[in-house]
């Protein structure tokens, strides 16, 4: 079973980058099995796909977001990371990881991002 964990500043002021790392443990982000994912949801709204960085370092984001999102892994760390650029209000969200495969998936707790000067 796939561990992670998402790690950053839980406020972020406007037109600045949001930063998140997410840490995988019992389980290494070399492996093809899984599109390692980062996902939001904002308050009182459902969930909202933002990209994935497979095991070959392609990435593929939301065409909603793509021009302000930014998806790398550290393999020497076992770590992905996100990153959100110019943020406002409407960037404010829960924010998750998750190990995407065909059926299933495993996700982290969840990390509140707050967008507010």
């Known amino acids: 079973q796939v561990q992670l964990q998402e790690s950053g500043p839980g406020l972020v002021k406007p037109s600045q980058t949001l930063s998140l790392t997410c840490t995988i443990s019992?389980?290494?982000?070399?492996?093809?099995?899984?599109?390692w994912t980062w996902i939001r949801q904002p308050p009182g709204k459902g969930l909202e796909w933002i990209g994935y960085i497979d095991y070959s370092d392609d990435t593929y984001y939301s065409p909603s977001l793509k021009s302000r999102t930014s998806i790398s892994r550290d393999t020497s760390k076992n770590q992905f990371t996100l990153q959100v650029s110019s943020v406002t209000p409407e960037d404010t969200a829960v924010y998750y990881c998750?190990?995407?495969?065909?059926?299933?998936?495993?996700w982290g707790q969840g990390t509140q991002v707050t967008v507010s000067s």
């Open positions: 998750a190990a995407l495969a065909s059926g299933f998936a495993y």
């Open positions: 019992s389980g290494s982000i070399t492996t093809k099995d899984y599109y």
